[in-house]
Nanobody, 117 residues
Framework: QVQLVESGGGLVQPGGSLRLSCVAS????????MGWYRQAPGKQRELVAIVFRSGSTNYADSVKGRFSISRDNAKNTVYLQMNSLKPEDTAVYYC???????????WGQGTQVTVSS
């Protein structure tokens, strides 16, 4: 059974930082690409960042230079370091992966990030 469990969200002032974590189980983590998505109220879910099994990364233009995705294969964990946070970063952040066998998509339960003064 695949499980993705996020943590690290919260309330932060503009310009602040947060680090999100996602612990995965039920998959051979080291060979899976892992991603972070977010969904703000009234908006569609969007890709924030992805880290491939090679360690290479991609970012949404809106977070380039501010966010950093990384992975620790020994801990089955993917991180999202978020710096210089803006009110428009407020959203529920979701961890994501998809099966290499059948393409099935897996999501975590989400963690709320609120950027406000």
């Amino acid at each position: 059974q695949v499980q993705l469990v996020e943590s690290g969200g919260g309330l932060v002032q503009p310009g602040g930082s947060l680090r999100l974590s996602c612990v995965a189980s039920g998959i051979p983590f080291s060979i899976y690409g892992m991603g972070w998505y977010r969904q703000a109220p009234g908006k569609q879910r969007e890709l924030v960042a992805i880290v491939f099994r090679s360690g290479s990364t991609n970012y949404a233009d809106s977070v380039k230079g501010r966010f950093s995705i990384s992975r620790d294969n020994a801990k089955n964990t993917v991180y999202l370091q978020m710096n210089s946070l803006k009110p428009e970063d407020t959203a529920v952040y979701y961890c994501h992966t998809n099966s290499l066998i059948n393409g099935r998509v897996y999501w975590g339960q989400g963690t709320q990030v609120t950027v406000s003064s």
